[in-house]
């Protein structure tokens, strides 16, 4: 079996924030709450926490109602490509 290593792609914050919105956009699909995806704006994600760019106070909120399901998902993106787990906040900005 070949094992192909990442970690030079991983490491870059550029692959990380990107996946972590792919996450978002997943998760938010799968609870039929599509509509919230195109309100986003931006994602970053350094060692600390996750920020989720909205500027509207209102979708904020109902991103917030589903912080845990978001989480869950992006520890599951972030595993598949072997990006340590670390506690981050999920903050909505």
């Known amino acids: ?8 792609h ?3 914050p550029i692959i ?8 978002i ?3 938010l699909s799968k609870l039929g709450k599509w509509e919230l995806v195109k309100h986003i704006e931006s ?3 350094t060692d600390s926490r996750i920020t989720i ?5 209102i979708v904020n909120t109902e991103l917030s109602n589903h912080k845990e399901d ?3 998902r992006i520890d599951e993106a972030f595993k598949t490509f072997g990006i340590a787990k670390m506690e981050r906040k999920i ?3």
């Open 1 to 8: 079996m070949v094992r192909l290593n990442l970690t030079q």
């Open 53 to 57: 760019k909205t500027g509207k106070p």
């Open 16 to 23: 990380i924030s990107s996946l972590a919105w792919n996450a």
């Open 91 to 93: 903050m909505f900005i």
């Open 43 to 45: 994602v970053k994600v």
């Open 70 to 72: 978001i989480r869950e």
């Open 25 to 27: 956009r997943d998760s």
């Open 10 to 12: 991983t490491s870059n």
